[in-house]
């Protein structure tokens, strides 16, 4: 058996430049970590002669195949078939935080499933070959409307900024934080779900038809990941990276009229009227999950005011996806 961790991540600044209809033409970046969420794959040698299918997929559903064509699931499909495996496997899927909510959980799950099913063939892969894989099955096999940040995220790790070249070239740098200023950007996170899910990829579809209307706005959150860069590596006090927050979020809203609704601002201006200095909606937007930048002296009356939101513990800075059992 192989089981394959593999993190979800938060995206802070710089959303919607790692399209490569943008970078193409511009450059583009991202600021984002990692978190101690995952999620899991397992794979499985399985003895199809004992049985009448070949292929056993459990994750909400449960398929049970005897050709990979069959398989509705088009990730696990493609996949499959993009590293040849045609039998004699069982694959069962677990998570920690629901899929479609703003944390790159879809190409969290496609690279983990590679890189399971990579470990399954006893063949190594690396990081940064894994996210291109992942890359290329989303954007040019699954035809899916996505970026280039999540795949990198989940391959890698840690609190990073991204650069973005080209779809081939594409560059991860760690954000050098000691460990104090590490531990206070940590603890004044706070995550909340909005109760809603949404699918990413259709509010992508909108913004990139719009694209030349919108590339001011994506010129000015691309700015904003230099800023976050040199305030976070510098001294200025932390309180900045939240009022940073703040402005890519109002950034962010005007990319699409799908990005927000009337929820998602209730649920941000109560947030901002109980002590967080800034936040913003992670994901393309539509549902899902709101951070927060909250001092630590407010945190007991925000969580108070947003007691009706579920509220997700986590940490920054995790390991990107290994193999924890073989």
């Known amino acids: 058996m192989i089981i394959c961790q593999t993190p979800f991540r938060i995206s802070f600044f710089g959303g919607g430049t790692d399209f490569?209809?943008?970078?193409?033409?511009?450059?583009?970046?991202?600021?984002?970590?990692?978190?101690?969420?995952?999620?899991?794959?397992?794979?499985?040698?399985?003895?199809?002669?004992?049985?009448?299918?070949?292929?056993?997929?459990?994750?909400?559903?449960?398929?049970?195949?005897?050709?990979?064509?069959?398989?509705?699931?088009?990730?696990?499909?493609?996949?499959?078939?993009?590293?040849?495996?045609?039998?004699?496997?069982?694959?069962?899927?677990?998570?920690?935080?629901?899929?479609?909510?703003?944390?790159?959980?879809?190409?969290?799950?496609?690279?983990?499933?590679?890189?399971?099913?990579?470990?399954?063939?006893?063949?190594?892969?690396?990081?940064?070959?894994?996210?291109?894989?992942?890359?290329?099955?989303?954007?040019?096999?699954?035809?899916?409307?996505?970026?280039?940040?999540?795949?990198m995220m989940a391959a890698f790790g840690g609190l990073n900024i991204i650069h973005f070249h080209r779809e081939d070239d594409i560059t991860v740098h760690r954000i050098p934080l000691n460990g104090d200023r590490l531990k206070a950007l940590d603890e004044s996170l706070l995550l909340f779900f909005s109760g809603t899910t949404r699918n990413a990829p259709e509010i992508e579809r909108v913004k990139l038809?719009?694209?030349?209307?919108?590339?001011?706005?994506?010129?000015?959150?691309?700015?904003?990941?230099?800023?976050?860069?040199?305030?976070?590596?510098?001294?200025?006090?932390?309180?900045?990276?939240?009022?940073?927050?703040?402005?890519?979020?109002?950034?962010?809203?005007?990319?699409?009229?799908?990005?927000?609704?009337?929820?998602?601002?209730?649920?941000?201006d109560a947030g901002i009227q109980a002590g967080a200095l800034g936040g913003k909606l992670l994901g393309a937007g539509g549902g899902g999950f709101v951070l927060f930048f909250v001092p630590l002296e407010r945190q007991a009356a925000m969580r108070k005011r947003m007691a009706q939101y579920a509220e997700v513990s986590f940490h920054i800075n995790a390991h990107g996806s290994r193999i924890i059992h073989r």
Not at 211 to 231: M, Y
Request: include cysteine; charge should be negative.
């Open 20 to 151: 490569p209809e943008y970078f193409s033409q511009r450059g583009g970046a991202v600021m984002a970590t990692s978190i101690d969420k995952y999620i899991y794959h397992s794979v499985t040698a399985f003895p199809s002669r004992l049985f009448d299918y070949n292929i056993r997929l459990a994750y909400r559903r449960v398929e049970c195949v005897e050709n990979v064509s069959e398989i509705e699931h088009a990730p696990f499909r493609e996949t499959l078939r993009s590293l040849g495996i045609e039998r004699d496997v069982e694959i069962s899927l677990a998570a920690d935080l629901p899929s479609f909510s703003g944390l790159g959980s879809s190409s969290s799950f496609t690279v983990g499933l590679i890189h399971a099913l990579t470990a399954f063939q006893g063949k190594f892969i690396s990081k940064p070959n894994l996210a291109y894989e992942a890359i290329r099955l989303e954007r040019h096999v699954l035809r899916e409307d996505v970026g280039c940040q999540d795949q």
């Open 209 to 268: 038809r719009h694209l030349g209307s919108i590339r001011p706005t994506l010129d000015n959150i691309l700015q904003l990941v230099d800023r976050a860069h040199h305030l976070l590596t510098g001294n200025s006090p932390l309180s900045g990276f939240g009022e940073l927050l703040h402005e890519t979020w109002m950034e962010k809203r005007r990319l699409a009229p799908g990005v927000t609704n009337e929820k998602i601002d209730g649920m941000y």
